[in-house]
Every structure is written in C-alpha cells, then in structure tokens.
C-alpha cells in the first residue's frame, strides 16, 4: 500500500515556462510533506517542505501547495531552467515517528533550453 | 564539514557473498538511516537508528542488518547477497527535532551476480 503516489514518471517543459509536479497521499495524518531533488550519481537533496496545517510555502522559485481535501500537493516551478532537469521525489513521515520517510516513485523532469 | 560519507561508490559480488556498506556523518546527527533505490520504486527504508545503540526495521529489512556504536557510524550488513539487493544504496541522516530534513550520502550503487 503506497502511501505517497507520484503518477507521473516523467514531465518535460521550456525553460521559462512552468513546471508543475504533483503528489497524491492516502494518510492524512502526516504532519508535513518534503520534495526532495535528486542529480543522477548524486544522493537526493531537501527542495522544501510544508506543514499539514498551511496550504502553501514559496521559495524562491518554488512553491509547494497542499490541498487536504483532495490529499494532494503540488511542486510549482517558475521559471523553470535546464538546471531544475532532475528527478523529484515527494516525501511524508511514516507512521511511527518522523525519523522514518516514506517516498514516492519520483518524477524526472526534463527543461529544454 | 563532509557531510554523510559512503563507501564504496561501487561494489560487485557474487550470489553469497557478504560485505558491509559504510556511512558516516560529522554533523552530530541522531537519527541515520538506509534507502534502497530501484528503478521505479522510488526510496524505500531498510533500517533506520534513532541513536547510539538504538536500531529498527525499515520496510524492506530482510538480509541486511545493522549496528549503531557511535554516533557518526552507522554500517549496513549484506550477510548472503542475493540477485535482487543489486540496487542503489543511500544512506542519510537528520536531528531528531522537527521536520524530518535528510542529508544524503552519494550513494552505493550494488551489484549482485
């Protein structure tokens, strides 16, 4: 049972243009969720998070929305640069303690210059 | 500072064979623990550790185990390596407070004959 779902194998967009990752979750009692990214032969790096209870959290170029109703979140990118090209995985904490991560499958975006 | 250091990069064994996967962190980190990725599956926890002395099951623990002596270290343990451990391992760490953010390893990509 997937508890953190990312349908998309694969999104490619313009550079410049929006890049929009998303994330389905069956449990709603995590506390938060993470994007991680991750480089071919590199380990995966912390993109951003949010808390279960705020709909949406920016950085910079990326935004992340949570809609609990639905059990969906969203990675915005905007603009999106051939640098952002990489695989993103969603992530919530396991029941049992935030010490454990459950991910999902990941999704590899692609920006063509 | 390194961060979280594995080694080897690389490793190819025979059905059979044992061997150990190395992680250490320098970031005074109490919780460590162990992904495996495969091709469309996303990260999945092997084992985990809470602290010093302390170690759990993951989602996919069987033929692997672990100790946790020290702080920094937290090695993992192929006893008989089977065809299908051949995968990438990640090996991560985070302080035990708040929104679980993991530091990643590089990786450790198995292959098992």
């Known amino acids: 049972d997937q508890q953190v779902k990312q349908n998309s194998p694969s999104l490619s967009v313009q550079e410049g243009r929006i890049s929009i990752l998303n994330c389905d979750y069956t449990?709603?009692?995590?506390?938060?969720f993470l994007w991680y990214k991750k480089y071919p032969a590199e380990g995966p790096t912390f993109l951003i998070s949010?808390?279960?209870?705020?709909d949406k959290n920016e950085d910079g170029r990326f935004t992340v929305f949570l809609n609990k109703s639905a059990k969906h979140l969203s990675l915005h990118i905007v603009p999106s640069q051939p640098g952002d090209s990489a695989v993103y995985f969603c992530?919530?904490?396991?029941?049992?303690?935030?010490?454990?991560?459950?991910f999902g499958k990941g999704t590899k975006l692609t920006v063509n210059p | 500072n390194a961060g979280v250091t594995q080694t080897p990069k690389f490793q190819v064994l025979k059905t059979g064979q044992s061997m150990t996967l190395q992680c250490a962190q320098d970031?005074?980190?109490?919780?460590m623990s162990w992904y495996r990725q495969d091709p469309g599956m996303g990260l999945r926890l092997i084992h985990y550790?809470?602290?010093?002395?302390?170690?759990d099951q993951g989602e996919v623990p069987n033929g692997y185990n672990v100790s946790r002596s020290t702080t920094e270290d937290f090695p993992l343990r192929l006893l008989s390596a089977a065809p299908s451990q051949t995968s990438v391992y990640f090996c991560?760490?985070?302080?035990?407070?708040?929104?679980?953010?993991?530091?990643f390893g590089a990786g450790s990509r198995l292959t098992v004959l």
């Open positions: 991560a760490s985070s302080y035990s407070n708040g929104a679980n953010v993991l530091t």
């Open positions: 449990n709603s009692m995590f506390d938060y």
């Open positions: 949010i808390s279960s209870i705020k």
């Open positions: 992530a919530a904490p396991s029941r049992g303690g935030s010490e454990k991560l459950v």
């Open positions: 970031m005074n980190h109490e919780y």
């Open positions: 550790s809470v602290g010093a002395g302390i170690t």
